[in-house]
């Protein structure tokens, strides 16, 4: 039997893909955004999906059912109150509140271990004030707690995407964080197979017009027989008049007076560079403008498909709803292959308890 687990503010599923390759069962999955949670059930079909803001369940009635029946929850529910500068950072804040549903229903179902990701301040802000909080509030409940700050190309993810994970065990040790993997991927090695469109071609489904040229392509090509996503936003002339002035490698440092936007983005109107890694994926990589995700040389900015591929996702995974929509779920995702790593070190120190019960 498979472990079990709850995956709360769900998004598209990166999480539960990652917990999925490494041989868990996502039972049930939370998220509130209609056509997020639509695009999650075409990828998971086997979870069921609970459309709902989760202030508004009856938890006791959505989950209660599952106590004793759960071995993870995982989730990363979002925490705005200590972005704030110059303010006391404290669960307790209003911001904060959808963490409190994250641990109530930890405390309802009762899982033999947790998984909590989020923006890394989760964990520094206030000199750790917020972190103290987290872990007496966990610890009462009989967690222990192991945390950390990963960063997602350190698991063979072609990007810079740093994360904090909190990972919490009752009634014993928590595992260590997965140890970093020395294998770099690059955007080339992630992007270099699919079809070279321009500005405002490509259709939702289309054949593959090269072979996979790296192992990484190789691993997200398995057993997919079609290419989704892959569709180049149209830009207007300027645009296009613009991109055509900037060379690979080079950004708006090359465009003359009259082409320089106020852009706050860092990263804007830049190339991405083919042999290194990207900028952290947001939900706006189809607009030069908003940050570096404008194609190594092609006039054009990324596509939902690249930019899938740099949070690898695996191609039979499709993004569906609109294209805001679509940013949303890939802009907002765990990688699926960091989540792998923190799976595998959940599944290894399961077995190991298993194996030492076994022993007794």
Same mark, same amino acid.
């Given at each position: 039997?498979? $472990?079990?687990?709850?995956?709360?503010?769900?998004?598209?599923?990166?999480?539960?893909?990652?917990?999925?390759?490494?041989?868990?069962?996502?039972?049930?999955?939370?998220?509130?955004?209609?056509?997020?949670?639509?695009?999650?059930?075409?990828?998971?079909?086997?979870?069921?999906?609970?459309?709902?803001?989760?202030?508004?369940?009856?938890?006791?009635?959505?989950?209660?059912?599952?106590?004793?029946?759960?071995?993870?929850?995982?989730?990363? $529910?979002?925490?705005?109150?200590?972005?704030?500068?110059?303010?006391?950072?404290?669960?307790?804040?209003?911001?904060?509140?959808?963490?409190?549903?994250?641990?109530?229903?930890?405390?309802?179902?009762?899982?033999?271990?947790?998984?909590?990701?989020?923006?890394?301040?989760?964990?520094?802000?206030?000199?750790?004030?917020?972190?103290?909080?987290?872990?007496?509030?966990?610890?009462?409940?009989?967690?222990?707690?192991?945390?950390?700050?990963?960063?997602?190309?350190?698991?063979?993810?072609?990007?810079?995407?740093?994360?904090?994970?909190?990972?919490?065990?009752?009634?014993?040790?928590?595992?260590?964080? $997965?140890? $970093?993997?020395?294998?770099?991927?690059?955007?080339?090695?992630?992007?270099?197979?699919?079809?070279?469109?321009?500005?405002?071609?490509?259709?939702?489904?289309?054949?593959?017009?090269?072979?996979?040229?790296?192992?990484?392509?190789?691993?997200?090509?398995?057993?997919?027989?079609?290419?989704?996503?892959?569709?180049?936003?149209?830009?207007?002339?300027?645009?296009?008049?613009?991109?055509?002035?900037?060379?690979?490698?080079?950004?708006?440092?090359?465009?003359?007076?009259?082409?320089?936007?106020?852009?706050?983005?860092?990263?804007?109107?830049?190339?991405?560079?083919?042999?290194?890694?990207?900028?952290?994926?947001?939900?706006?990589?189809?607009?030069?403008?908003?940050?570096?995700?404008?194609?190594?040389?092609?006039?054009?900015?990324?596509?939902?498909?690249?930019?899938?591929?740099?949070?690898?996702?695996?191609?039979?995974?499709?993004?569906?709803?609109?294209?805001?929509?679509?940013?949303?779920?890939?802009?907002?995702?765990?990688?699926?292959?960091?989540?792998?790593?923190?799976?595998?070190?959940?599944?290894?120190?399961?077995?190991?308890?298993?194996?030492?019960?076994?022993?007794?």
């Amino acid at each position: 039997m498979k $472990p079990t687990v709850i995956d709360l503010f769900a998004g598209v599923g990166g999480l539960s893909l990652g917990f999925e390759m490494r041989g868990f069962n996502v039972l049930v999955a939370n998220e509130y955004d209609k056509s997020i949670a639509a695009a999650y059930t075409a990828n998971h079909k086997n979870t069921k999906m609970i459309v709902g803001d989760i202030t508004s369940l009856d938890l006791d009635k959505t989950f209660g059912s599952y106590k004793g029946k759960v071995d993870v929850v995982i989730g990363g $529910p979002p925490c705005q109150g200590f972005s704030q500068k110059g303010q006391r950072k404290t669960i307790h804040d209003e911001r904060n509140f959808l963490f409190k549903y994250y641990v109530a229903v930890v405390k309802l179902v009762s899982p033999k271990y947790f998984v909590m990701e989020n923006v890394p301040n989760l964990l520094t802000a206030e000199g750790g004030y917020f972190r103290k909080e987290i872990e007496e509030l966990f610890n009462g409940m009989g967690y222990s707690l192991q945390y950390g700050v990963l960063n997602a190309s350190d698991y063979g993810v072609p990007q810079n995407r740093r994360r904090a994970v909190i990972i919490g065990k009752l009634g014993g040790d928590a595992p260590c964080l $997965p140890k $970093p993997k020395s294998n770099t991927v690059t955007i080339w090695d992630a992007i270099s197979d699919l079809a070279f469109l321009e500005s405002g071609e490509g259709q939702d489904e289309q054949a593959y017009k090269m072979p996979p040229e790296s192992e990484y392509e190789k691993l997200l090509r398995k057993n997919s027989e079609v290419l989704y996503n892959h569709v180049a936003t149209k830009h207007s002339a300027l645009a296009l008049e613009r991109l055509a002035l900037i060379p690979p490698n080079a950004g708006r440092e090359v465009l003359p007076k009259e082409h320089l936007t106020k852009s706050i983005y860092s990263g804007t109107w830049t190339r991405m560079r083919k042999d290194e890694i990207s900028v952290t994926i947001t939900t706006r990589f189809d607009t030069p403008s908003s940050g570096k995700f404008t194609h190594p040389f092609l006039n054009r900015a990324i596509t939902v498909r690249e930019a899938a591929r740099i949070q690898s996702f695996p191609d039979t995974f499709r993004f569906v709803g609109n294209k805001g929509s679509q940013m949303k779920q890939v802009g907002n995702a765990v990688p699926p292959l960091l989540a792998a790593a923190v799976a595998e070190v959940i599944m290894k120190d399961m077995k190991e308890e298993l194996k030492n019960e076994q022993t007794r």
